[in-house]
């Protein structure tokens, strides 16, 4: 059984920064694409940002040059650096496989709001 458990969300500023954790179990996290989601209020789930296996990232055009996303296998690990961050960011924010997608964890909110 995979389980997925998100961190590090908050209320920000506009113009204000997050990190964001996400801790995978019961997976051979090192050899698994991985992506950070996020679903906003009324709107369907969308991928933000991915990982591969060999490091290689790729991000949703809304937030490229804002985010960066990162982990480290020796701590199962996911990572999503959110640097000037804007209202439409606005979303619980989930991790996940991006090819493998396992069971959502309860997610992390970000609101960012003055």
């Known amino acids: 059984q995979v389980q997925l458990v998100e961190s590090g969300g908050g209320l920000v500023q506009p113009g204000g920064s997050l990190r964001l954790s996400c801790v995978a179990s019961?997976?051979?996290?090192?050899?698994?694409?991985m992506g950070w989601y996020r679903q906003a209020p009324g709107k369907q789930r969308e991928l933000v940002a991915s990982i591969g296996s060999d490091g290689s990232t790729n991000y949703a055009d809304s937030v490229k040059g804002r985010f960066t996303i990162s982990r480290d296998n020796t701590k199962n690990t996911l990572y999503l650096q959110m640097n000037s961050l804007k209202p439409e960011d606005t979303a619980v924010y989930y991790c996940?496989?991006?090819?493998?997608?396992?069971?959502w964890g309860q997610g992390t909110q970000v609101t960012v709001s003055s």
């Open positions: 019961g997976m051979f996290f090192r050899i698994y694409a």
């Open positions: 996940n496989g991006r090819v493998a997608v396992y069971s």
